[in-house]
């Protein structure tokens, strides 16, 4: 009986003693480790324009401007030294600006991950690995698996070993799929920027990310509508922002600015390798079983978690069905939201009042003005130069940038659209650039040519040192018009009354309705 007593009470201790270790362990910090941060709390994204873009537009496969990123997120940090792997990032990033503010014990090292998880990713990185090949076949539905060994990939084509020898992945004419134990801990799912970290304790921690990515660009594009009165239109603008990247980055802050500091070129793409996968090959079989509009287009597989084992599944068959899918419809509109303009010293900063999803690969577009009842006028323009003879005149729009004349806000560079009403009609009439503008500047929109309205310019050399030129515009529309030409230099004697921009003179006349005005001048040739 004390035999047993003994026993009991044994047990009963090691038990107490188990429970105790137990409960140490659990009470001790973690030591090191891998930190994965994948949810943002919050971020701003402020865009600047490409240096060499001008006034054209936005390059749609990869945006040649840049942005300033500024995250907030929380991390659970272990005691001792751990890798922190911020998943998310722009695909842009530029790691060399990256600055992290918050880690209790500063950042030893930080590394941008730059292979991204893709087919073509994981047959590069099983290369002379094992992987289960499976298939089915089509007429009984049985499904066989086999080991095999990728031997050659991903671009030039699939090649697997199994035990019958050697054969191009796709080949058989059957559906198939390759199946990989785990994913490679150098492919990450989406972009990544991971920093060693050393804290003295396990702790939560609020931390700070700044950062520039190259892969974003943005644009003002205007529409301006005129009406029943030719001295007025309503003007709006949208402003166009591109994210590039294949991060999206939803419930952001979305500020532009609008100038150009000063940045170093740079001459490369920072974007994440992504390997793609090539399986092109007609299969083993007859054409009247696998028709041309029923093969698997090359190109196309595409990665899947499976539910369990944690495999990567490669398929070439859903891709084939999603192909016959309709298109989804498109996004709703845009909501009116207006940005607000702030001066950021010499530059021009444009704030987005609310937040707004900026999607990977996608355009974003918000109000950026709106006025209705800008005063404008209608020219008719022309450059003179040495030569000779007629040519239309060149339909211009001038707005005045003045809070009197309707505006007075600053104007980013973009492309303006114009558009007239006739009858209930609203017709597109041309298409113009514009370059910045300040209030106070002279705004022009020179949206096509006249062929009712022309100059004829003549030239009549009298001497070495003195040329005499005569100028008539004729005027066939049905009411009078104003012609503004950009005359040459050194005119002799210097004309009264006329405005210079530069070295040059800017003439104006009144061409009466199916009428013609003249002008005439001399001017110095320099030797």
């Not at 989804?328 to 702030?342: G, K, R, S």
Request: aromatic share 6%; net charge positive.
């Amino acid at each position: 009986m004390n035999r047993v007593t003994d026993r009991a009470g044994a047990n009963v201790r090691r038990l107490i003693l188990l429970i105790l270790m137990l409960a140490a362990g659990l009470a001790a910090p973690a030591r090191g480790g891998t930190v994965r941060s994948e949810k943002i709390d919050s971020v701003s994204v402020t865009v600047y324009r490409a240096p060499w873009r001008g006034k054209g537009p936005i390059n749609r496969n990869w945006p040649q401007g840049y942005a300033l990123i500024h995250e907030i997120r929380t991390v659970y940090l272990p005691q001792g030294e751990s890798v922190v792997r911020f998943e998310g990032v722009a695909e842009g990033l530029l790691p060399e600006t990256a600055v992290l503010s918050g880690m209790p014990g500063g950042v030893r090292e930080k590394n941008r991950d730059a292979r991204l998880l893709s087919p073509g990713g994981l047959v590069d990185a099983y290369l002379k690995r094992s992987v289960t090949l499976r298939r089915t076949d089509r007429a009984t539905g049985k499904v066989t698996q086999q080991d095999a060994i990728i031997s050659a990939g991903p671009t030039g084509g699939v090649i697997v070993q199994t035990a019958q020898g050697y054969e191009a992945l796709g080949c058989s004419g059957l559906p198939e799929r390759m199946l990989y134990k785990e994913v490679p801990v150098d492919l990450s799912p989406r972009p990544t920027l991971s920093a060693i970290i050393r804290s003295d304790r396990a702790r939560k921690a609020r931390v700070e990310l700044t950062y520039l990515a190259e892969g974003f660009d943005w644009s003002a594009n205007y529409v301006a509508d005129r009406g029943s009165d030719p001295g007025r239109m309503d003007l709006m603008a949208w402003l166009t922002v591109a994210n590039g990247g294949v991060t999206g980055f939803p419930d952001a802050q979305l500020n532009v600015i609008a100038g150009q500091p000063h940045r170093a070129p740079r001459a490369f793409d920072t974007r994440a390798e992504i390997k793609p996968l090539h399986l092109s090959c007609w299969p083993m079989d007859i054409t009247s079983t696998h028709p041309a509009w029923g093969l698997v287009p090359p190109n196309l597989p595409e990665p899947m978690m499976a539910d369990g084992a944690q495999e990567i599944i490669v398929t070439a068959q859903r891709r084939s069905r999603a192909y016959a899918m309709a298109p989804p419809p498109p996004p709703p509109p845009p909501p009116p939201v207006m940005a607000v303009q702030e001066d950021l010293g010499d530059l021009k900063f444009y704030r987005v009042p609310v937040r707004v999803n900026i999607s990977a690969q996608a355009q974003k577009q918000v109000t950026l003005l709106s006025q209705s009842g800008v005063k404008v006028e209608t020219l008719y323009a022309d450059r003179l130069d040495d030569g000779d003879g007629s040519r239309p005149m060149t339909i211009r729009l001038r707005v005045q940038n003045r809070k009197e004349d309707g505006l007075g806000l600053p104007l980013p560079s973009g492309s303006a659209a114009v558009f007239e009403r006739v009858g209930d009609a609203r017709l597109y009439v041309g298409e113009a650039d514009i370059g910045d503008k300040a209030v106070g500047e002279r705004v022009d929109y020179d949206i096509g040519q006249s062929n009712d309205v022309q100059i004829t310019s003549r030239r009549i050399v009298q001497s070495d040192k003195r040329a005499d030129w005569s100028i008539e515009v004729s005027n066939a529309r049905p009411f009078p018009v104003v012609a503004e030409i950009t005359l040459l230099p050194d005119i002799t004697p210097e004309p009264e009354g006329m405005e210079r921009r530069g070295n040059n003179w800017i003439l104006r006349l009144d061409v009466p309705a199916n009428g013609t005005a003249a002008y005439s001048f001399s001017r110095k040739l320099r030797p």
